[in-house]
Nanobody, 124 residues
Framework: QVQLVESGGGLVQAGGSLRLSCATS????????MGWFRQAPGKEREFVAG????????TFADSVKGRFTISRDYAKNTVYLQMNSLIPEDTAVYYC?????????????????WGQGTQVTVSS
């Protein structure tokens, strides 16, 4: 059973930074794609960033390009989302997700495994 546990959310002022972590367990993730999605109140879940566990290829939503980075640590089985220059529009619940496919997807419905989510709030 795949388990994903997020941490690192919180309250930060605009312009600040946060680092989210996603600890993985239960499977060998070498062939998996890992993603971060977010959902703000009243809005649909949207893709933020993703990384192919095996190749390290990354992709980002246009809204976060140049501000967010994503990385993985093999030894710790953990994926990180570094968020810099945060703006109030980044406020949302952030979810870590994975799927047993090396390619990333922007479609949240293609990811069967999800963490519980972590709240990120950016004040102006």
């Amino acid at each position: 059973q795949v388990q994903l546990v997020e941490s690192g959310g919180g309250l930060v002022q605009a312009g600040g930074s946060l680092r989210l972590s996603c600890a993985t367990s239960g499977r060998t993730f070498s062939t998996y794609a890992m993603g971060w999605f977010r959902q703000a109140p009243g809005k649909e879940r949207e893709f933020v960033a993703g990384i192919s566990w095996s190749s390290g290829i990354t992709t980002f939503a246009d809204s976060v390009k140049g501000r967010f980075t994503i990385s993985r640590d093999y030894a710790k089985n953990t994926v990180y989302l570094q968020m810099n220059s945060l703006i109030p529009e980044d406020t949302a619940v952030y979810y870590c997700t994975s799927r047993n496919h090396p390619n990333l997807s922007y479609d949240w419905q293609l990811y069967p495994y999800w963490g519980q989510g972590t709240q990120v709030t950016v004040s102006s």
